[in-house]
Nanobody, 125 residues
Framework: QVQLVESGGGLVLPGGSLRLSCAASGFTFSTYSLSWVRQAPGKGPEWVSTINAGGWSTRYADSVKGRFTISRDNAKNTLYLQMNSLKPEDTALYYC??????????????????WGQGTQVTVSS
């Protein structure tokens, strides 16, 4: 059974940091590219970042470039998103997603092979 389980969300002050994790099981993690997608209340989904299977190629949305860092540990079957300098507009439900082949910009579950249940990030004073 395939599972993607996100964790690490929470309430943080503007300017603060959080690190999201996504623990994977049930598929060959090291052969899949991985992405983070978020959805803010009342808005459509937004692609955030993608990392390739080997971990050496990454892409970011302009809205998070320079503040967020995507990484993965293939030995632990875990994806990460380090989020620094958080802003209220980063408030959203963050999903991790896996795809056998490289895709940048996908925002819906149908564009990926596997999709997690999400973790809430709230940036507020």
């Amino acid at each position: 059974q395939v599972q993607l389980v996100e964790s690490g969300g929470g309430l943080v002050l503007p300017g603060g940091s959080l690190r999201l994790s996504c623990a994977a099981s049930g598929f060959t993690f090291s052969t899949y590219s991985l992405s983070w997608v978020r959805q803010a209340p009342g808005k459509g989904p937004e692609w955030v970042s993608t990392i390739n299977a080997g971990g050496w190629s990454t892409r970011y949305a302009d809205s998070v470039k320079g503040r967020f860092t995507i990484s993965r540990d293939n030995a632990k079957n875990t994806l990460y998103l380090q989020m620094n300098s958080l802003k209220p507009e980063d408030t959203a439900l963050y999903y991790c997603a896996a795809r056998r082949y490289w895709l940048v910009g996908g925002t819906t579950p149908g564009e990926y092979d596997y999709w997690g249940q999400g973790t809430q990030v709230t940036v507020s004073s």
